[in-house]
């Protein structure tokens, strides 16, 4: 089962149980009202069934309620880890054009020739950065000039989007095992003994 598909059975089936809980409950009352008005006590065995019942409704509800956060707590683990790799791979990304912007400022601090297209990765870089280093570089100019080809070749570009991180984690498999979903409801007809 997918986190997706538990999270909508489970979360359907808690609402389920929330009320049949709140009609037992109701009946319940309409059942001590209805003695204390007979002053009978032959109904005390209907009531204590009832509330029997209510207990174990109430323990398949925390039952439910459990899993629920655990899969919640689960799925924000997942997501986290997302993040963090994707940041990750931001901040690599970001290492990377910066030793490259700093290998331009030397090429061109030297005197060399880069593409116009690594000049203006610098200047986006830092401004400052660039303008010493077309400085140095015109001192450099009495030597023989280098001409270099660009740091940045052309990335492929995939027209494939990515899966949001939630929809992965929706598409995942459930890690754990939950309570069973099946529950009878709760019908008491008047007079009805159990």
């Known amino acids: 089962m997918k986190i997706g598909e538990a999270r909508k059975i489970y979360s359907s089936q808690l609402q389920t149980l929330r009320e049949q809980r709140r009609v037992l409950q109701e009946a319940i009352k309409e059942k001590q009202e209805m003695s204390k008005d007979k002053g009978t006590s032959n109904e005390s065995g209907v009531i204590l069934d009832l509330s029997d019942y209510s207990s174990e409704l109430d323990k398949k509800i925390k039952e439910t309620e459990d899993y629920l956060h655990h899969l919640t707590l689960y799925s924000v683990a997942v997501h986290n880890k997302e993040v963090a790799k994707q940041q990750g791979e931001t901040m690599a990304k970001e290492a990377d054009d910066m030793a490259k912007c700093m290998e331009i400022a030397r090429r061109l601090s030297k005197g060399d020739k880069v593409p116009i297209r690594d000049e203006q990765k610098l200047i986006e870089f830092n401004p400052e950065i660039y303008a010493v280093a077309k400085n140095a570089g015109a001192i450099a100019r009495n030597k023989e000039r280098k001409e270099h ?18 929809d992965k984690i929706k598409d995942m498999d459930v890690p754990m095992e939950g309570p069973e979903v099946k529950i009878e409801s709760v019908t008491i007809a008047e007079g009805e003994s159990q």
């Open 149 to 166: 080809k660009s740091l940045w070749e052309e990335e492929e570009q995939s027209n494939t989007k990515q899966k949001d991180i939630d």
